[in-house]
């Protein structure tokens, strides 16, 4: 069987701990197959809330968290660099899953690396999970970071 060619890795990320764990295997799966990284920060929408009550829209919108997404974009396309990969960044604003599926869809890569909070059952059923919502709907190959076990297995 032929070893599979991976030119193009993209990672999801936040500031969230198992990110940074996803971006830590992306990172080293890209040095190791001499593919260009992508990693892409999506920053959540702010909403606006109007009464029904009010008989206009406020013309300024809320301040959004994209610059906070930038930074971190920014560290950790740094991060990527420092480790020797060629790597680019892309930040946008929306629905985490919507603007994943989007970016993979008009960007296909050869492998797509995103974390996994460890929801319970319940939890993913009321919150939802990106990664499940991720697995299920694109057509390229998928790692999905797990948090690692802080107990020993027996």
Known sequence: M???IIQHVTVAADDSAIAREALGFAIDLAKKYGAELTVLTVAPLVPLYVASSEPWVPATS???????????????????RTAGVLAKGICVEGVAVDEIL?????????????????????????????????????????????????????
């Not at 809320?62 to 990527?80: C, F, G, H, I, S």
């Not at 996994?116 to 970071?145: D, E, F, M, Q």
């Open 2 to 4: 032929a070893a599979p």
């Open 62 to 80: 809320p301040d959004t968290d994209t610059p906070y997404y930038r930074q971190l974009l920014d560290r950790a396309v740094q991060e990527a």
């Open 102 to 154: 989007a970016q993979v869809e008009t960007n296909p890569p050869d492998l797509l690396v995103i974390g996994s909070r460890g929801l319970s059952r319940g939890k993913r059923l009321l919150l939802g999970s990106v990664s499940t919502a991720i697995l299920h709907a694109v057509k390229c190959p998928v790692l999905v970071v797990h948090p690692r076990s802080t107990t020993p297995s027996s």
